[in-house]
């Protein structure tokens, strides 16, 4: 807390990031929008940019209406400050953002092709290169383009298993949006693959049959042992608010 109280951007963003990982989200935006004004008043403008791009991100992650407009602010100023890595990171969080607000395509699309652009021209690192991927994945989802969606996920699943190795959070993300996809499209089967593909034989559980009701899903579960890595629950319904049951009993993570 006395850290916070010191007027400088740098030192107001650590403690912010204390914050998030404690759970004190609404806390960490404050403190976050605190370090801006303190940036707007030193009247650096490339810390002004990083400033934004953190209020933005917190906003996103609290779902405030008014997240878009702010990393949309954020790339505009980290592009004049010549922040080329800042400016592919939001406009990634942006079309993030579009993607699930359903914002026409075109206007999306124009944000993550100019991203992509800016980011050959940067060189970003892998792990930038495979967020924005997966940001494209959820544009083409969000808009009805499946096949094409699955293509981006694969080609940025590759480069961080490449680049960053199967367990790094790139390379788990990246897949967990696979199998998410192939969930989405039905495909259970290939959602499984997909795991058996990344954890190993026998690394992970599926369900087996139909037992995907408020019996089998159990009984499923009772089958997780140490040997697990993950595991692919499928859940069924034929009454009102069975799912939200089921999701209770299984608790998945994505």
Not at 42 to 71: K, M, S
Not at 92 to 104: H, K, Q
Not at 178 to 193: S, W, Y
């Amino acid at each position: 807390q006395a850290m916070a109280k010191i007027n400088h951007p740098n030192v107001i963003t650590i403690h912010e990031v204390g914050q998030k990982r404690l759970g004190r989200p609404r806390d960490a935006l404050a403190t976050a929008r605190d370090a801006l004004t303190a940036a707007k008043d030193a009247g650096y403008r490339p810390v002004q940019a990083e400033a934004l791009a953190l209020v933005g991100r917190l906003e996103l992650d609290a779902a405030e209406p008014t997240a878009p407009e702010t990393l949309r602010a954020a790339m505009h100023l980290a592009t004049e400050t010549g922040d080329e890595l800042t400016m592919v990171d939001e406009a990634t969080n942006l079309v993030f953002a579009f993607a699930d607000s359903g914002r026409p395509h075109e206007q999306t699309l124009e944000i993550a092709t100019l991203a992509e652009s800016v980011g050959r021209h940067a060189h970003l690192p892998a792990e930038a290169t495979v967020v924005l991927d997966q940001a494209f994945s959820a544009m083409l989802e969000a808009h009805g383009e499946p096949t094409l969606a699955q293509a981006r996920l694969e080609k940025a699943l590759a480069l961080a298993e490449q680049e960053l190795g199967p367990d790094s959070g790139a390379a788990v993300a990246a897949m967990t949006r696979l199998g998410n996809l192939a969930e989405t499209l039905g495909r259970f089967d290939d959602a499984r693959a997909i795991l058996l593909a990344h954890f190993g034989e026998g690394r992970v559980l599926a369900t087996q049959g139909n037992l995907n009701n408020l019996i089998g899903v159990p009984l499923t579960i009772f089958g997780l042992g140490p040997a697990h890595d993950a595991a692919v629950i499928e859940m069924g319904m034929n009454v009102p608010g069975e799912i939200e049951r089921l999701t209770e009993i299984a608790a998945p993570s994505v």
